[in-house]
Each structure stands twice: as C-alpha cells, then as structure tokens.
C-alpha cells in the first residue's frame, strides 16, 4: 500500500506539504492563519507535547471537539507521535461517548469548554481510565490541562524521538479507529490505516478536482471521515487553504464563503439547498464558489442545475462510502451529465472493486438490486478487537459486505436504492434502530419499541418510534423524547412517538419495519 504516492504516513504528508506549499496559507481560523511550514511546525509541537505527556507508539487519544484549527495539529501531532487517532462525535452525549474511549482504551482525551453550551469536559469525568484531559479551546478546569500549557510541557522533549517514532511509521500501520453504530446497537472501532486512507484520499481529491489555491470551508464534522480525511488530509495532498467551520447555519456559512472566497465547499444536499433558498444571498459575493461533493442522500437533478446556473460552482459531485471502507467507495467523474450525478453514487475509484450480489453472493444482473459488496486496499483492518464482528462483516474472499442495497448500470454507476442494515440517514449521519430502541427500551415506561427513519423535508429522513408501554404504564410521547435527548445524540433521537397496542410481526415474530414506515407516511 501507497505505491505511488510521495507519503507512506500522515507525518511524511505534513513535511512534503510544507516543503512543496511553503509560505502558502494552510489553515484558516479566526485570527488564525497559518503556513504548511508553520503547520508542520505546529504538529511537531503537538507531536513532542504528546511524547512528553507519555503517549506511546500504538497508544489511543481520542479527540471529542468540533471543528476548530487546533484539532488539526492535535490529530496530526498524535500520528506524528506513532499514536492512533479516536476522534469522538460532537452530537454524543456522555455515555455514549464513555463507551468509545473505554472501549478505545485511550489513555488522553482533548476537548473544549464552552462551546454551545455543552459540558464535554464535566461528562469525561465519567470514563474511566482517562489518565489526562487536554482543553483544546477554552477555560481548562481545575484537573485538566490547557492546549497552550500542554504544549509548553513538550518543549523539552527530544526532536530525534518524534523523528524516529516517524519514520518508524509504516503505510500498514494503524492511523485512527473511527466508531460506527451497527444494528447490534453498540458502536464498533474501525480501524484504518496510513496507507490504505492516504492512498484513498489522493484518489479522491484527484478525481473530485480539488486543487492548489482552492478555498476549503470544511463544514462536514472532523470526527467523520468526509470532515477529517475527505478535508484536512486531501487539503494538505493538493496544496488547499483548510478553513474550519464549527456549526452549520446558513447565514455563517454564507459569510465566510464571501470573507474567505471558499472554492470547495463539501455537504450534503440540503446544505446547498439551504443556501440557494437564502434570502440574503444576492447581497454576497459568492463567486469564488467552484467545486461541491455531496452524498447521504438523493440530489434532484434541478439542485445540481440550480448549482451550476444560480451560483458558480463548475463542478458539482456525488459519492459513495462508508467507514468501514476508510469513508470512500464511488464516485462520479467530471464529465459526467447531470442525470448520472443526481440518479447514481458514481463509479468505483481505482484499483478497487465494487459489485452486487444476491444473498448467495453470486453477482446479479446489470440493473438488477442487490446489496453492495466492496473488495480492495480501502477494505479496513477489522473492528478494534472484535473478530467475529470482522468476519461477518468481512468474508472469505476479502468482500466487505456493505449492507446497502443497490443497483449497477452498464457504465459501473452505483445507485443506492435502499439498506439491508436498518438504518436511516438524518441529515448526512447514520441513525441506526438498534441502538435507539436499546435506549428507549431503558425508559421505565417502555415495554416494546420499534424505530423507523420517515421522510422529511430538512433533514431527509428522521426517526419515528412506535411504542407499546410496559403494563400498567403510560407513554408520554414528549416526556419520552426529553429523556432521550439527554441520552443520546440529537440526530438519533426520534421526531415523533407514536403509542400502539402491538406492532405488526411476521410468522418468525420479526418487526415489520415497512408496514410502520408505509402507516407513518400514510399518517
């Protein structure tokens, strides 16, 4: 893995960027700004802080922070260390983010204080076996450490160690264990490595068309691949400005697009819809705006016209992946019409191969539905300790089973039509039932529950939950919610409740998910 490339790690990329992209602007952030040299600069004083702080070589340091320029040089900074990257999702709560870093094992966590009002500092008081807590942005309280104070703790550290545990680094090392929920509820560690993402992601931003000079607003959340490889990591590839984007609102977004003259901004569909839809839009000068991916969700062939004729984007992309496949499977091409990048996911990048398969695992027909297997260097390493998982998710033959469902044309275009896991995406992010349901099912007043993702205009699909109450019991559908949004993330939390006597089951006594789909849409 990463023949080819001028990088076998992520530390050999951030010293090849500052050497061929020198005083040109890296990364933007606030009153921030800053060089690939003083990048690299700032990750090699990240990198000595985290040796200095005792983090060895194949040691975990989870990162649970929104996007903001010091998760940059921290997440670079623990590679460079010979560490592995668990990057936490912002929208968790407490527990859930407990069960990631214990599970993890990771010894360092970094986050912020104050930021939208969220205690993530006050909830890693829970997890055990957290030997330190480094405040990357805001007030440290008493028991933590700040990112400056952290930083100074590493200037005695020995320059030699962190170009040894460096150059030690090889493509298949491990880079980062990202975790995703599947339908046993509990999320899983994936487990990437240097090569195997550096070589997807030079693909990526290749065939995308993201190039030196480009204006990178990375609105997509760094803990996610799209934010994390898909952003920083393709930016510090091409020679692209990174310019962090903390929270989504289009007014914002708008601003900095016309203070910053952003070229690439990446989203879902509804994030550019939002912004055609703007009201103040005609009063910005959003001219700069020339490259868009998109995915997670069907895009109308009108969105990408009114892309391309409304504002100025010459380059409007849809594709395909999932983690457990380092984040990219498909993706259309350049050249492609608009019908192809509205109806299909694209084609498989290089050297990967992509096919659908009944549940036999024989190959269907061109246009015939199957679910989507995957095979080649992008396939992860496994789930972090967790064999069987691996096995079923990964067979004999080294196809990783997807659980999408989907068609292929005579071109090779993936088209997603539905998922065999059960799962439904709010507004870019996996919801899976599975694991809601294990928290509605934790209420005292829930007695069966069944979750299913229903359409809806904003977010594209959100969740609906149908609830038998324990006997003697009564369910209040709102109670309900308010209880799990201190629980769990907010995309996962469903938007209506609807209290039933029974659920429809088939003869084997399985939840008849479409029948509750088909009466919540017909509702």
Not at 325 to 342: K, Q
Request: hydrophobic letters at 45%; glycine letters at 12%.
């Amino acid at each position: 893995m990463g023949e080819g490339l001028d990088w076998r790690s992520t530390p050999e990329l951030v010293t090849v960027a500052a050497e061929r992209f020198g005083d040109a602007e890296a990364l933007v952030d606030g009153d921030t700004r800053l060089s690939f040299r003083e990048l690299a600069a700032d990750v090699r004083r990240a990198a000595k802080a985290f040796v200095a702080a005792g983090v060895a070589p194949g040691d975990r340091v989870g990162i649970w922070a929104p996007n903001v320029g010091e998760w940059v040089a921290a997440a670079l900074g623990i590679h460079a260390a010979g560490a592995v990257l668990v990057p936490v999702n912002t929208r968790f709560k407490g527990e859930e983010a407990a069960w990631v870093l214990g599970r993890s094992g990771a010894r360092l966590v970094l986050s912020v204080t104050g930021f939208l009002g969220t205690d993530y500092v006050g909830m890693l008081s829970a997890v055990d076996g957290i030997e330190q807590v480094v405040v990357l942005r805001g007030e440290a309280p008493d028991g933590t450490t700040a990112w400056d104070d952290f930083l100074a703790g590493g200037e005695g550290a020995d320059d030699a160690e962190v170009d040894r545990r460096s150059a030690a680094l090889g493509p298949d090392d491990a880079l980062d264990i990202i975790f995703t929920s599947g339908t046993t509820g509990r999320p899983k560690g994936v487990v990437a490595s240097h090569g195997q993402t550096l070589r997807a992601f030079d693909d990526w931003s290749r065939i995308v068309g993201l190039r030196e000079g480009d204006r990178y607003l990375i609105v997509n959340p760094f803990f996610h691949t799209f934010g994390y490889k898909a952003g920083f990591l393709a930016c510090l590839m091409r020679g692209a400005t990174i310019v962090p984007h903390a929270v989504f609102d289009v007014p914002s977004v708008l601003a900095r697009v016309a203070e910053e003259r952003i070229s690439m901004i990446p989203g879902p569909p509804t994030l550019y819809a939002s912004i055609l839809d703007a009201p103040d839009r005609a009063s910005l000068d959003l001219s700069s705006l020339r490259l868009a991916v998109t995915g997670a969700a069907p895009v109308p062939v009108a969105l990408i016209e009114r892309m391309r004729e409304e504002l100025t984007f010459e380059t409007v992309l849809t594709a395909y992946g999932l983690t457990e496949a380092t984040g990219v499977v498909t993706i259309c091409r350049e050249d492609d019409d608009p019908e192809t990048i509205s109806r299909t996911s694209g084609r498989a990048i290089p050297d990967v191969e992509v096919r659908i398969v009944d549940d036999a695992g024989a190959e269907v027909d061109r246009g015939a539905p199957g679910e989507i297997v995957v095979r080649g260097y992008n396939v992860m390493q496994g789930y972090f300790e967790d064999p069987e998982a691996t096995a079923e998710a990964i067979d004999e033959q080294g196809w990783l089973h997807t659980g999408d469902i989907g068609v292929m044309d005579d071109g090779g275009n993936v088209t997603i039509t539905d998922r065999k896991k059960d799962m439904f995406v709010v507004g870019g992010f996996n919801a899976y039932p599975a694991e809601i349901e294990g928290t509605l099912l934790r209420h005292p007043a829930v007695g069966q529950v069944a979750v299913v993702g229903v359409p809806d205009d904003r977010m594209g699909e959100v969740g609906m939950a149908f609830v038998i109450p324990r006997p003697g019991e009564a369910v209040d559908g709102d109670e309900l919610l308010a209880w799990a949004r201190e629980r769990m993330a907010n995309y996962k939390v469903p938007r209506r409740v609807a209290v039933v006597d029974a659920l429809p089951l088939n003869a084997s006594g399985k939840v008849l998910k479409h029948e509750l789909r088909a009466s919540a849409t017909a509702g």
